[in-house]
C-alpha cells in the first residue's frame, strides 16, 4: 500500500526539520574549531563588497574558478606578462581572499616584477608602495594572524626599501622617510600624547599598532621610524605574536635580530631636505639590549641554535663598531664573548688587537655601502670629540677622507655608483655632528 502524497510530504518536512536541529546543535562546535585553528571569517562590515559578492555567488566553485585563474597566471609569470597578472591576481585575491599566498603573489608580482620595468624612480615607488599598501591595507585585513603576511611586508622593507640591491633604493628610502615625517617630523614618537593626525596617519596609513610600537620603544630605546629597518622591526615582532610554524618562526626572528643589528649600525637618519642627501649615525648603545635579546633567545635551548650565526656576526659588526669608535675596551669584551663561540679565535688581548688592526685597516674598496658609510661617520665622529687636539682631529678628518675617495673610486661605473655610492664627502662632514 502507497503512503498518502500528504503523509509522504509530512514525514519528508519531518527529517528535514530534525536534520536542520541536528546541524544546528552541530554549530557551536564548529565555531569553537574554527576559532581554534584561526579560521574565522572577516565579518562582512570589515571586507570589501567584491569580495562578499563572490562568496556568496560562486559558493563551493570559487576554489574550482581560482585554481584555473592559478593555473594561467603561473603560465603569464613564466612568459613574462606581468601587467597582464595584475588583474587576474585580483580576481584570485577576490576569490579566495583569506588564502595569505594568492596576497604575497600579488604583492610580489607589485613590488618586484613589474617595478624594476619602469625607468623613472617615481613610478618604481609607486609599484613598490602599492605592493606593501596591498599587504597591510587588504591581505591582513582577510588574513589577520597569518605570521607570512607579517614576513611578507617585512621583507619588503627589510630588502626592497632597505637593501642596496634596486637601483632606485635611495629613492625609496627618502619616499618612506619623507611619509612617515608628515606624521614623525624627527622620526621618533613623542615622549607625550601623540597628536589626532598624527595618529590617523600612524594607524590608517601604515597600519601600526601603536602599543607595539611603545614596547619596541620601551625595550630599545627611541627609534627613527623613517628608517626601513625599524618598519622590519615592527612586522617582524608584530609577526611573532601570532602562532607560527618552527620555519616561520625562525624566519620572523631572524628578519628582528638582523633589522636591530642594522640599526646598531646606523639607527639615527639625518636628512637634508635641499640636497636629498641622507647619512645614518650608529647606536652603540643599542649593543647591550641586543645582547640580552640574544641571552634570552638562547638560554641553552637547542631549537634556537640557528640563531648563532646571527649572534656571531652581530658581535663581529658590533666590536668592529666600537673600534671604529675608539671604544677599545668595550670592543674587547665583546671580542672575548665571540671567542667564546668561535674556536678559532683565541681569547686574549694580543690576538684581539691584531684582530681588530686587520679590519679597521681593512681596503675600503672591499666594504659593502652600510660599513663604509659607518666608518666614514665613526672617523668623522671622532674628530669631533672636543678632548682631541687640533692635529689628531684633523687626522680623523683626513682617514674619512680617504676611506671616502677610495670606496668611491671602487664603484664599477656609473650606475654601481649611483646605487651604491656615498654622498659627497663634503656633505657628509657637514651632516655628521
Known amino acids: 500500500m502507497k503512503m498518502p502524497r500528504l503523509s509522504k510530504g509530512i514525514v519528508l518536512m519531518a527529517i528535514g526539520l530534525l536534520l536542520l536541529l541536528a546541524s544546528g546543535l552541530r554549530h557551536p562546535k564548529l565555531i569553537r574549531i574554527r576559532q581554534d585553528e584561526n579560521l574565522q571569517q572577516v565579518p562582512p562590515e570589515d571586507t ?76 618604481r615607488w609607486r609599484w613598490v608602495s602599492n605592493g606593501v599598501d596591498l599587504l597591510k591595507q587588504e591581505g591582513l585585513k582577510h588574513n589577520p594572524v597569518s605570521p607570512g603576511l607579517y614576513w611578507d611586508i617585512g621583507w619588503m622593507y627589510q630588502h626592497k626599501i632597505g637593501m642596496d640591491f634596486d637601483l632606485s633604493h635611495l629613492y625609496y628610502k627618502r619616499q618612506l622617510a619623507d611619509r612617515i615625517g608628515t606624521a614623525l617630523p624627527e622620526g621618533q614618537l613623542p615622549e607625550g600624547e601623540i597628536s ?34 625599524a618598519h622590519s622591526l615592527y612586522w617582524s615582532t608584530a609577526g611573532l605574536r601570532h602562532n607560527a610554524s618552527r620555519f616561520r618562526t625562525r624566519s620572523l626572528r631572524r628578519m628582528q635580530m638582523q633589522s636591530l643589528a642594522r640599526l646598531m649600525q646606523g639607527g639615527r637618519l639625518v636628512l637634508d631636505q635641499e640636497t636629498e642627501n641622507m647619512v645614518r649615525l650608529p647606536r652603540t648603545e ?24 646571527n649572534y656571531q656576526n652581530f658581535l663581529f659588526s658590533a ?41 679597521l685597516a681593512q681596503d675600503p674598496s672591499t666594504l659593502s655601502r652600510t660599513q663604509a658609510m659607518t666608518r666614514v661617520v665613526a672617523l668623522l665622529q671622532n674628530a669631533a670629540d672636543p678632548d682631541l687636539s687640533d692635529v689628531r682631529a684633523r687626522g680623523f678628518v683626513q682617514m674619512a677622507k680617504q676611506v671616502h675617495r677610495l670606496y668611491q673610486q671602487s664603484r664599477q661605473g656609473e650606475q654601481h655608483l649611483k646605487r651604491t655610492g656615498l654622498p659627497p664627502f663634503e656633505e657628509m662632514q657637514r651632516m655628521v655632528p
Open 48 to 123: 570589501t563588497p567584491l569580495v562578499t559578492l563572490t562568496t556568496v555567488a560562486f559558493g563551493g566553485f570559487r576554489g574550482l574558478v581560482a585554481d584555473a585563474l592559478w593555473i594561467r597566471a603561473s603560465e603569464m609569470q613564466e612568459s613574462g606578462q606581468y601587467f597582464e597578472m595584475v588583474q587576474l591576481a585580483r580576481w584570485i585575491t577576490q576569490l579566495e581572499p583569506r588564502v595569505p599566498e594568492v596576497w604575497s603573489y600579488q604583492a610580489w608580482n607589485l613590488a618586484y616584477n613589474i617595478s624594476v620595468l619602469f625607468p623613472e624612480f617615481e613610478d
Open 196 to 229: 589626532d593626525a598624527a595618529r590617523r596617519i600612524l594607524t590608517r596609513d601604515f597600519k601600526f599598532d601603536l602599543s607595539i610600537m611603545k614596547d619596541l620603544e620601551s625595550s630599545y630605546g627611541p627609534l627613527d621610524w623613517r628608517l626601513p629597518e
Open 319 to 359: 666590536l668592529v663598531l666600537l673600534g671604529e669608535m675608539g671604544q677599545i675596551s668595550e670592543s674587547l669584551e665583546l671580542y672575548t664573548l665571540l671567542a667564546e663561540v668561535d674556536e678559532t679565535l683565541p681569547p686574549d688581548r694580543n690576538t684581539f688587537q691584531a684582530f681588530l688592526q686587520q679590519h
Open 286 to 309: 643599542l649593543i647591550p639590549r641586543i645582547l640580552e635579546t640574544y641571552s634570552e633567545l638562547m638560554d641553552g635551548r637547542p631549537e634556537n641554535t640557528y640563531l648563532e650565526t
